[in-house]
T-cell receptor, first 113, second 112 residues
Framework: ETGVTQSPTHLIKTRGQQVTLRCSSQ?????VSWYQQALGQGPQFIFQ???????GRGNFPPRFSGLQFPNYSSELNVNALELDDSALYLC????????????FGPGTRLTVL | GESVGLHLPTLSVQEGDNSIINCAYS??????FIWYKQESGKGPQFIID?????DKRQGQRVTVLLNKTVKHLSLQIAATQPGDSAVYFC???????????FGGGTRVLVKP
């Protein structure tokens, strides 16, 4: 098991609502990346934070935003939820600006009704 | 637990046999390639990686082969065990965009 934890485990929201997902990085890691994984597919990169600043972003709209805190924990915020946002959201932590191995948490399962 | 591979290609292998999982990638500019294993209810777990300037790398019971000519990556698992049953993803990393891109995944089922 990695030292990356995520909360909550499961979450149900309705369309149009906002959601905040949380991630605690493995000790000693200063980067955190967020991924969206739909059923039956591989994870898709949302963005990465390094030293509290966004350090790379995938093809996700601005309603997906994030924060990294001084203790390297992180939040993923999604506004104006859509049905297609239903997925497993994974965070991964690592050292350095992205070239180091990323260690994944167990994910948060988001269902949008 | 979470089901991560409802409609994925499946490789069935007898316990003790070797497994080979294949992956085609698209980005010639990728700097390195990684294999991940994902069990139901868990996040992806790092198995092994290989830099783009290499063509083979070995780990414990696993070997990754990279053929840049045809943009093909494979993972070989020796003496497959029941605990190897999972969904396997290849991923490619490009430093320029600081982006890790995952492939579609293959489910491996180990038969006792």
């Amino acid at each position: 098991e990695t030292g990356v934890t995520q909360s909550p485990t499961h979450l149900i929201k309705t369309r149009g609502q906002q959601v905040t997902l949380r991630c605690s990085s493995q000790s000693g890691h200063n980067t955190v990346s967020w991924y969206q994984q739909a059923l039956g597919q591989g994870p898709q990169f949302i963005f990465q934070y390094y030293r509290e600043e966004e350090n790379g972003r995938g093809n996700f709209p601005p309603r997906f935003s994030g924060l990294q805190f001084p203790n390297y924990s992180s939040e993923l915020n999604v506004n104006a939820l859509e049905l297609d946002d239903s997925a497993l959201y994974l965070c991964a932590s690592g050292r350095g600006g992205g070239t180091d191995t990323q260690y994944f948490g167990p994910g948060t399962r988001l269902t949008v009704l | 637990g979470e089901s991560v591979g409802l409609h994925l290609p499946t490789l069935s292998v007898q316990e003790g046999d070797n497994s080979i999982i294949n992956c085609a990638y698209s980005n010639s500019a990728s700097d390195y390639f990684i294999w991940y294993k994902q069990e139901s209810g868990k996040g992806p777990q790092f198995i092994i990686d290989i830099r783009s300037n290499m063509d083979k790398r070995q780990g414990q019971r696993v070997t990754v082969l990279l053929n840049k000519t045809v943009k093909h990556l494979s993972l070989q698992i020796a003496a497959t065990q029941p605990g190897d049953s999972a969904v396997y993803f290849c991923a490619e990393y490009e430093a320029a965009g600081n982006k890790l891109t995952f492939g579609g995944g293959t489910r491996v089922l180990v038969k006792p």
